[in-house]
Structures are given as C-alpha cells and as structure tokens.
C-alpha cells in the first residue's frame, strides 16, 4: 500500500520574533533522524507557549510561568515531538508507557499537551502544558491519536 507524502507546513517568522522566541525550524541532526522514523506530519514556525505550574527543576522554581515560543510539530511512524529554541519539549515514542500519561486536545486556540514533568525528568516536578498552533489542530490531533492507538496506547484528552 502507497503511503502519502508527510504533510509539511512552514510559516514566515518576523525577524524580531525571531531574536526572542528562535525560528521554529527543527536542526538538521534532528530532522535527519526524525526523517528515519518516517515523518507524518511536519510543521515549523508555529507559535505557541509553555506553561510550568507548581514547577520545580535545579535551579528553577515558579508556581505559574509562561515562556512564549515558536516550535516545531512533528508525528512521525515512530514518535511525537514538539521542538523549541533549546530542542525538545516533547518528545515521547508511541510504544513508551508515558505516551499514555499525556493529556492532548486541540480547540480553537490550537494543539494542547499536558503532562507531569516528574515522569520524564527525575530531577523536575510540576506540571507543564506545550501549546502549539499548527494549521488544522483537530487534523494533528487525529493523526497523533491514530499513532497512538496504533501502538496500543490512549491518550488523555
């Protein structure tokens, strides 16, 4: 059976969003190895935030932080990612038990991830929630749910 080509987005970033919140565009190790998982859905430039509550990590404690971002979606055969200025902000294969611990929805506002950090950082607690907004949410969202379900997991949402 012929599998269509990854659908792939890339949107004009303002040179000064840029400075402040990066481009939005995965490196090239990164991609070179997400492309050998198969790339499903690709989408760079979407703007976005991260929100930490009752966060804690060396260095760093907030009951509510906001950070705005510009990231990068991706669904591979093999995992979901969403990267930002510094790398991954998730990034969980479909077969890992966690997958099934996250929260993912998509509205108007966009693509919403919601987990609890302690589950994939020993040294971080709190919970942090990654909203993107790519083209068509609700499309991500059920690209992301049939990966997952085709791996034997159910996310939250």
Known sequence: MATAPAASVRTVVHPVA???LGSGTLRPDARTALQG???LLLEEG???HVTRRHWRAPGER???RRDWIRAVLVVTRGRLAVHGRRGPLVNVPWADPRM???TITADGRGLL???DAGLFHRSRSGGFEVLVRPA???R?????LLQAGIHGHRVGG
């Not at 991500?140 to 992301?144: A, D, G, P, V």
């Open 18 to 20: 840029r400075l402040l």
């Open 37 to 39: 998982e198969g790339i």
């Open 46 to 48: 979407l703007r976005g």
């Open 62 to 64: 907030a009951t509510w």
């Open 100 to 102: 099934a611990s996250l």
């Open 113 to 115: 991830i919601v987990a």
């Open 136 to 138: 068509d949410p609700v």
């Open 140 to 144: 991500s969202l059920e690209l992301i």
